[in-house]
């Protein structure tokens, strides 16, 4: 959270940053909706919002669609983005950084995450979810049966997206 002195210079900010990419993520920018001295009013929240086709929002309530495979019942909100691939075989210490670092040289990664057990182990598995179809067939023509940590990887669309 960051806090403005004036209200024009968070508007400035919103206007500036809101929508914006950091780190290779999209960020989004906003007001606080805390009322004064940190109470928030859960008996009266903001409007839900909704995308529609324009990627405008309307005040039907957001869609959850679930878009993962490890069963934990995870929800997503907005539009459906972008092509997901599969990756399997990884060596177990791999994190979510290095699969997007290393899958990162065949497009832009939007999201990038590896599948673990409760313990934090890695289950030698992951998702990489790409800005566009085009970097993610490249990145399956290109990263299919290559080496990583000594370990023959294989990439393959996501068959559950």
């Known amino acids: 959270m960051v806090e403005y002195l ?9 206007e500036t940053f809101d929508n914006t990419r950091f780190d290779g993520r999209i960020i989004n920018v906003r007001e606080d909706r805390e009322l004064q001295g940190g109470n928030r009013n859960f008996n009266n929240p903001p409007p839900r919002r909704n ?9 039907n309530g957001p869609p959850r ?3 993962n495979n490890n069963n934990n ?15 399997g075989n990884l060596p177990y210490e791999t994190n979510w950084r290095t699969l997007k670092d290393i899958f990162s040289r065949s497009g832009y990664v939007l999201r990038a995450d590896v599948y673990t057990h409760e313990n934090g182990r890695g289950k030698g598995t992951g998702y990489v979810i790409y800005d566009n179809e085009d970097d993610a067939f490249a990145a399956i023509e290109e990263l299919n049966g ?5 370990r023959t990887i294989f990439v393959r669309e996501d068959r559950y997206e």
Not at 6 to 14: F, L, R, S, V
Not at 51 to 59: D, I, K, L, P, R
Not at 75 to 87: A, N, R, S, T, V
């Open 146 to 150: 290559t080496t990583i940590g000594g």
């Open 51 to 59: 995308w529609n086709n324009n990627n405008n929002y309307n005040n």
């Open 73 to 87: 019942n995870q929800q997503f909100y907005g539009p459906p983005i972008g092509k997901k691939l599969f990756i």
């Open 6 to 14: 004036n209200p024009a210079d968070a508007q400035m900010a919103i």
């Open 65 to 67: 669609f679930n878009n």
